[in-house]
């Protein structure tokens, strides 16, 4: 599979949220609107982060508008938004993973370094959801794979039962397209899993990784290719 900028995003999306759900008390950082759940069942069981939990959905919303109008400000000036934009997220990941490294374990999802912690990668993950719509709206979400895996088994049921020959093409290659978004999504909640499991705190290196490997392929890229 040929690494894209949208399939680097959705391997970190799914890398991310697992990462912050099992080291941050159940904290979704990618998928703000699962915090719902998470906080009534924390409210319930007396399970600790239900502050994180609230704060979660007002971080992104805030983020999501701050990357929305600093993009537009930098496209007005003639800048590449979406490299800057990147590396900003790239920043937010790597000092999530000092904080992470610096006082996790979290035995707590209520004590101040666990919740700055989650709301700097809530705030990394507010900023690749709102890049992805704005700049890669034409590949398939990188941190909800609902839609996608509602679309996948609506084109599959489509290929059954039988549709236009000319219109084939078109879907099987956006049938591809999404399968390979929700594997590597998949992938990346696997990794972080298996990260977490035998390194804790540590697994949170990765990210950042990936976010480099993103921009570098953003970089690389000629001017006006989002790849």
């Not at 159940?26 to 703000?32: C, K």
């Not at 839609?147 to 996948?152: E, L, P, S």
């Not at 390979?180 to 990784?209: E, M, Q, S, T």
Request: proline share 5%; aromatic share 6%.
């Amino acid at each position: 599979m040929k690494p894209t900028l949208p399939l680097l995003l959705s391997l970190n999306g799914g890398y991310v949220d697992t990462a912050g759900f099992l080291a941050l008390q159940g904290l979704f950082t990618a998928h703000v609107t699962g915090n719902f759940v998470t906080l009534g069942a924390s409210l319930v069981l007396g399970i600790s982060g239900v502050l994180a939990k609230l704060l979660a959905l007002p971080v992104f919303c805030i983020v999501v508008i701050l990357t929305r109008l600093a993009g537009e400000h930098l496209r007005r000036r003639g800048h590449q938004a979406l490299g800057v934009l990147l590396a900003t997220k790239l920043a937010l990941l790597v000092i999530g993973a000092a904080l992470a490294i610096r006082f996790g374990p979290f035995a707590s999802g209520d004590s101040a370094a666990a919740i700055v912690t989650g709301m700097v990668l809530v705030a990394a993950m507010a900023i690749q959801n709102a890049v992805h719509r704005v700049h890669l709206a034409a590949a398939p979400p990188s941190t909800l794979m609902t839609g996608t895996t509602t679309q996948i088994m609506i084109d599959l049921a489509d290929l059954i039962g039988g549709t236009a020959p000319e219109a084939r093409p078109a879907l099987i290659a956006r049938l591809r397209r999404m399968a390979a978004a929700v594997a590597v999504f998949a992938a990346g909640c696997a990794a972080a899993a298996l990260g977490f499991a035998y390194a804790n705190v540590w697994c949170f290196i990765v990210p950042p990784v990936i976010a480099l490997l993103a921009l570098l392929l953003r970089l690389s890229a000629p001017d006006g290719e989002a790849k």
